[in-house]
């Protein structure tokens, strides 16, 4: 294997990683932008929309097949079913506390006890098993010299851009996507003008929490086996590429999250240290980013956010 | 009012939601079960520090299990000295502090001995909280060689330790006419012991370590690892710690196209392996501890276990059951339950026979003859080699 190759085929790693960190991103950076929240329980929306997408797929195999169409029956009901937990969510949760002009504070520990909830309730419920997606999947795909890519990498970078173009239409060019980039900027001036902020809120988190829980699904069938932690790791994760896109902007999420699955990636195949060092290597990187550039790379100090 | 009626609405779910947690997680809180005292009356209790919540939570589970038939057997058939032995959970999670806090609770409740053990870095720190007490203990399951090194005086570890696997590993290695091997673990006690030894002794039998990798818990992607093994030329991965990401990680050495071979610690001899490897896991050999399944002697354990709790018997239950069976004969030995005369009985131990075949310590105590054993997955199954 020549160091061309292995580069190609790290940077074809890196982008898919980090597509997975995008979409989980998103919704961090969504949330935040339009309440100053940061979500910590969004990790966990993940891992459910995992599960959700597992138990769906379980009753529709034997009707759609397990291949692609029941897959993405499961991914569409997955979405639909978490996009209405991240509303419920926000209702019993955090807009009592909006509501009540809490201090950030509170609705920060909030989130983190929604996630907790979340975590243990799935621990409960699965008895802290593994559960294995039954795919019909294969590891066919194309070979470009030594470079391998699957069928399945391709189609879930191409579902990646799909959803996020989706998103990047339904912010900018809908009148919902006005309404929130609207309260990013003046809740109390939106009131005036006749917007519903609490139900676009809501719609926010339903929004975002689709997109986790297509994540979820997503990891779940290429990686093939899910967990309650599962939503732990890649939460911080998908938190921090948020962070180094600007939290707040949209673009800047699903750029952050393709820095941080590149850098990890890189970080794997460092010349003489081992890769153990691969999270000092890409996390040291990103602090002396935030460092020159505190607000990440599409973030602006104050001005509009989404 | 409605915005109070609303709040309070949400209060209420919240605290239905967090009881129905708290109730899941009370069930793995220690508990006492009840035993009906036998004739000479009094009670023996044992304690069975184990993970029954957290990833490791399935190997605790089906550990304890496999201790309580033991112990339901012992006492059917009179109990020790007379008395019933009563055992008493703690769910050290897999984590260091909450293992110490579990060990603490278990001498506060009165144990007199302590069988189980499953997560080496959860079982080292409470070693001397037992030893304090002169409270024998009898691991039946972790094996970092930490544990021989610390122990200060009551342990027993009746699985081979990472001594005895990393023979066997270096023996596989040079049947399989290895010649890079790539080594990745997962930077905890365990796994990295394993490792580390394995590392040495490849190494000083004049062979290469190509890599040796460190991956993060709980992370699923192993994409960039697979490119950076296969770009070392690397012949044989040796997977050093547990099976649910050692799956993940067959998965991807097989999609991303490494055809060399792949074997995994005793960390990851369970059938889950399998199931969540799928295909790509045909052909991976596993370093295991006596497994139910393949022991002729434990035939008649393994029906029982899977007729009382509707699932087979894990890589771990036999030596729980053993380890159980070894304490209560080391009890009766001792004529007490004094701790000093214990921890003698359990050193003068000789030709113990369990399941696992014959337990006997050497000087460390840990076991003088090695019992792991070398499976393949074949068709969908385990198939001793």
């Known amino acids: 294997m020549t160091v061309f190759y292995i580069v190609i085929q790290q940077i074809v790693n890196g982008l898919i990683l980090g597509s997975f960190y995008s979409l989980i991103a998103l919704g961090y950076s969504m949330v935040y932008g339009i309440i100053k929240l940061l979500n910590f329980a969004h990790g966990d929306i993940y891992m459910v929309g995992a599960f959700v997408g597992y138990g769906a797929l379980g009753i529709l195999g034997s009707r759609l097949g397990i291949g692609w169409l029941g897959i993405a029956a499961a991914l569409l009901i997955s979405m639909f079913l978490v996009g209405l937990l991240g509303m419920l969510v926000h209702r019993l949760a955090y807009q009592p506390l909006i509501n009540k002009r809490a201090p950030r504070m509170s609705l920060l520990i909030t989130a983190v006890g929604v996630s907790f909830t979340l975590f243990n309730g799935v621990m409960v419920l699965t008895n802290g098993e593994y559960k294995t997606f039954n795919t019909g999947l294969g590891y066919e795909g194309i070979s470009l010299g030594l470079v391998n890519i699957t069928y399945t990498q391709i189609i879930m970078v191409v579902a990646t851009g799909i959803l996020m173009l989706t998103l990047y239409w339904f912010i900018n060019r809908t009148l919902y996507g006005k309404a929130m980039r609207a309260i990013a900027l003046d809740q109390d001036a939106c009131r005036l003008m006749g917007i519903n902020v609490t139900k676009t809120i809501g719609l926010t988190f339903f929004v975002g929490s689709a997109l986790a829980a297509a994540a979820g699904v997503m990891a779940g069938v290429y990686y093939g086996s899910i967990q309650f932690y599962m939503g732990f790791v890649i939460g911080l994760k998908a938190f921090t590429a948020a962070v180094i896109g600007g939290i707040g902007s949209i673009p800047g999420a699903m750029i952050g999250g393709l820095i941080l699955g590149l850098l990890e990636t890189a970080g794997t195949q460092l010349p003489f240290i081992g890769s153990a060092w691969k999270d000092v290597f890409s996390f040291g990187i990103l602090i002396l980013l935030l460092v020159f550039k505190p607000t990440g790379i599409l973030g602006k100090s104050e001005i509009e956010r989404m | ?385």
């Open chain 2, 1 to 385: 009012m409605s915005k109070k009626f609303r709040s309070m609405v949400a209060v209420t779910i919240l605290a239905l939601a967090l009881g129905v947690t708290g109730c899941g997680t009370q069930s793995s809180e220690p508990t006492t079960p009840s035993a009906t005292p036998a004739a000479g009356g009094g009670e023996i209790i044992i304690g069975l520090p184990l993970p029954m919540t957290g990833s490791e939570a399935t190997y605790g589970k089906d550990m304890e299990n496999a201790i309580k038939m033991a112990v339901d057997e012992i006492n059917g058939k009179g109990g020790v000295n007379g008395k019933n032995i009563v055992t008493v959970t703690g769910d050290d999670a897999c984590d260091p502090q909450q293992a110490t806090a579990a060990a603490n609770k278990l001498v506060s409740q009165g144990v007199v001995a302590i069988v189980g053990g499953y997560c080496s870095g959860a079982t080292i720190p409470t070693l001397t909280v037992y030893n304090e007490k002169n409270i024998p203990f009898v691991i039946t399951a972790a094996n970092s060689s930490k544990i021989a090194a610390q122990n200060p005086g009551n342990t027993f570890e009746i699985n081979g330790t990472a001594v005895h696997q990393t023979q066997k590993a270096i023996e596989l290695f040079k049947k399989l006419g290895a010649k890079n091997v790539a080594i990745v673990e997962q930077g905890d006690a365990y796994s990295s012991d394993l490792a580390k030894q394995t590392e040495d002794s490849w190494k000083a039998a004049g062979n290469t370590v190509v890599s040796h990798d460190v991956t993060n818990k709980g992370e699923q992607d192993f994409s960039s690892l697979v490119t950076s093994l296969k770009s070392k030329n690397a012949d044989v991965v040796f997977w050093t710690a547990y099976y649910a990401d050692g799956a993940l990680l067959i998965k991807q050495l097989r999609q991303g196209g490494y055809k060399g071979a792949i074997v995994v610690g005793d960390g990851s001899s369970d059938p889950k392996l399998i199931e969540m490897a799928g295909a790509a896991g045909e052909g991976t050999y596993v370093l295991s501890p006596p497994v139910a399944d393949y022991l002729p002697t434990a035939k008649q354990f393994a029906e029982a276990y899977k007729a009382k709790f509707n699932q087979s018997a894990g890589a771990y239950a036999p030596l729980a059951y053993d380890g159980m069976n070894l304490m209560a004969d080391a009890l009766k030995r001792a004529g007490s339950t004094d701790g000093k005369a214990t921890i003698k009985a359990l050193s003068d131990t000789k030709d113990f026979v369990g399941l696992a075949g014959k337990i006997n310590f050497a000087a460390d105590k840990t076991l003088k003859e090695s019992n792991f054993i070398v499976l393949q997955i074949t068709g969908g199954q385990f198939v001793l080699q």
